[in-house]
């Protein structure tokens, strides 16, 4: 199994895990869900693997998940999920997969967890915070 990124081309995080990706060696297959959309059976997937929940998935900033009422706790998972299948940019992201398992990778630097090597460094995050330093080692 490759790696596999359910990225936004638009969120500095994901365009930010994604070239942490390719630094590592790794050609990753982008999977660009705003224009795919998303499957029941496939979020579902995403979501026990990563040990996450609708409700943890839930992108609450930059979506229209408060005007839509979906930050009311009242709100059921499978009301969550209905609205994230009709609205994929409720889903937050970027979704990694990779044969060392599945993660919301946010922040970016938790894509590192899920690669067979180390990019070199330096790397940062999109804030520019070092993530890893110029001799290859991972910056806490």
């Known amino acids: 199994m490759s790696i596999v990124i359910h990225h ?4 500095r995080t994901s365009r930010n895990v994604l070239a942490i990706i390719k630094a ?4 990753p297959e982008v999977i ?7 499957t029941r059976p496939q979020l579902l997937a995403l979501f026990a693997a990563a040990d996450l929940t609708p ?18 706790p009242m709100v059921t998972d499978e009301t969550l ?12 992201r970027p979704i990694v997969c990779s044969p060392k398992g599945v ?9 590192l967890d899920l690669l067979d090597r ?7 995050k999109e804030d520019g915070t070092l993530v890893i330093d110029a001799k ?3 910056v806490a």
């Open 8 to 11: 936004n081309p638009d969120c």
């Open 118 to 124: 180390m990019p070199p460094g330096p790397l940062t």
């Open 136 to 138: 290859g080692n991972r």
């Open 103 to 111: 993660r919301l990778c946010r922040p970016s630097e938790a894509v």
């Open 24 to 27: 590592s060696g790794e050609a």
């Open 32 to 38: 660009e869900y705003l224009e795919t959309g998303w």
């Open 55 to 72: 409700r943890t998935a839930l992108r609450t900033t930059k979506s229209p998940a408060e005007e839509m009422g979906l930050l009311d």
């Open 81 to 92: 999920l209905a609205a994230m299948l009709e609205h994929p940019v409720l889903v937050n």
